[in-house]
């Protein structure tokens, strides 16, 4: 089944597609550092990007992450990720996973990810090798060092703010002097900086070019092949800052800046291209990724720009570090809202009949929004004598509830069944739970609402004049 695109979907196809007709045969201008005007530009137009060079990052953070990266990839941890895009089934060139606090997740292009947890203080979290065990710990370590960073850069870029000073460190090397926040700021600011730059979890990537026998090529700069097309990060705390950690694997030598054949970016180097959104005057930005390098998008940047991934030729690992929102996407959230809604069913009869407390629209409503899967509404509803206006409240407040359950339910099992899902190998495979067939006993309500929903708005055209 095709699911259709929406509202918010169809305006990014449909940005796209007025960008690319205003473009026409032409391609819009971008620049590296080989240009006279790189840094200029990063200074004006993209001040809360900031890039560390890998020289300014601990030589043994270095051994340790990149030790991490091949073990995880040693024992199989990172998969291609089943999403769906413009209503598509597609397998992600690039191989990920998860890594975090434990009980979080993270959701991106219609798929939700779950966190292999990282050993927090607290946590009881157990690994069935030793290699990974260490290489959490060595991901959480990196996100320690990233945070404070991160930090340090937002009280840097606050205080220039303060002090209206427009020049912004963009690129910060092992001698680089650090500012911190001075006095002028208040506590409640550092609390604001410290919780933008709370990372609650990693996103590992991995891809190898030479492998991939179809990768994109950029649409609007001609900056070559992309491993990860142009995008916002999805699923983060609001004014988040996100930090990446790359390693390359050995390559090809280092760019030659004095190199006149050269044009553009080299295809053989790893880049992050940059971009106003939407913006055709602006020239964007292709900055290369060696070996150990971090940058980090700070305060809005992630909501006003868009970045891409532009593939080099070696194999290549990445750590993204991002403050996830996960107020309603953790398994403590689930459990808290199950008994919220538990609390509106009597206790059985000895028939087995289960009765509500209130028949109030909002509290019907509520418990259908959590997914209170009961036939006691179906059970009131279909009972004589039940006021027609109060009826009507019922079934208006439980219809839509119902219907958008039923195409979720459509739409997952139709992902479940799609011809790139039967391809996967059997422990990678979607699987479609909870799934129960229609004559189950023990289930209340069967996986297929479609007679449900019928009966329902059969109920609601009947009591209209």
Partial sequence: MKRTPTAEEREREAKKLRLLEELEDTWLPYLTPKDDEFDQQWQL???KLILREAGSVPEELHKEVQEAFFALHKHGCLFRDLVRIQGKDLLTPVSRILIGNPGCTYKYLNTRLFTVPWPVKGSNAKYNEAEIAAACQSFLKLNDYLQTE???????????????????????????PRLGMGSSFDGQDEMDIKNRAAYNVTLLN????????????EPYFGMGKM??????????????????????????EEESEDDPQLEGRDPDIWHVGFKISWDIETPGLAIPLHQGDCYFMLDDLNATH??????GLPPRFSSTHRVAECSTGTLDYIVQRCQLALQNIRDETDNGDVSLKSLEPAVLKQGEEIHNETNAVLHEVRQEGVPVEQRNEILTAILASLTTRQNLRREWHARCQCRIARTLPVDQKPECR???????????LP???????????GLLLEAKP
């Avoid at 002090?163 to 092992?174: E, S």
């Avoid at 996986?447 to 708005?457: A, M, Y």
């Fill in 227 to 252: 491993a990860v097309s142009w995008h916002h990060d999805e699923n983060l705390v609001e004014r988040s800052a996100v930090a990446v950690y790359s390693y390359s694997c050995e390559g090809p």
């Fill in 45 to 47: 137009k993209y001040p």
């Fill in 447 to 457: 996986f297929d609402l479609t007679d449900i929903i019928s009966e329902l708005r």
């Fill in 206 to 217: 991995f891809m190898d070019p030479q492998k991939m026998p179809y990768l994109k090529e």
């Fill in 306 to 311: 868009q970045h891409c991934v532009l593939a």
């Fill in 150 to 176: 991160t930090i340090q850069a937002l009280e840097e870029l606050a205080a220039k703010d303060k002090a209206n000073i427009d020049a912004v460190p963009v690129c910060i090397g092992p001698d680089f």
């Fill in 434 to 444: 909870p799934y129960w067939e229609k004559d189950d006993p023990s289930m209340p």
